[in-house]
């Protein structure tokens, strides 16, 4: 472990930590970055939340695609499916 990249901080009464500068900067982390937050003994994980970009989608929209050309499915199908569902609420 590299010691310039290590730090301590405080919790807050409300339960928050700050993560320091240089670890902010270097990892690139804005306002708003969510975590997933796991933690067991004395241990405390943060691990980052990345929403994946739409290019990862790309396959799988593609395959939805044609399983509904295929299976005769049009938008207007779609459109009256949604609103059914809607309507049920």
Do not use: C, Y
């Amino acid at each position: 472990m590299d010691s310039k990249n290590v730090f301590t901080t405080k919790m807050s009464s409300k339960g928050q930590i700050v993560i320091p500068e240089t670890i902010r900067n270097s990892l690139g982390l804005q306002p708003g970055t969510q975590f997933v937050v796991v933690g067991r003994g004395d241990t405390v994980i943060l691990k980052l939340i990345e929403e994946p970009p739409m290019e990862d989608f790309a396959e799988l929209i593609s395959e939805a695609r044609k399983s509904a050309k295929h299976a005769r499915i049009k938008k207007t199908d779609l459109k009256r499916a949604i609103e059914e569902a809607r309507n049920k609420k």
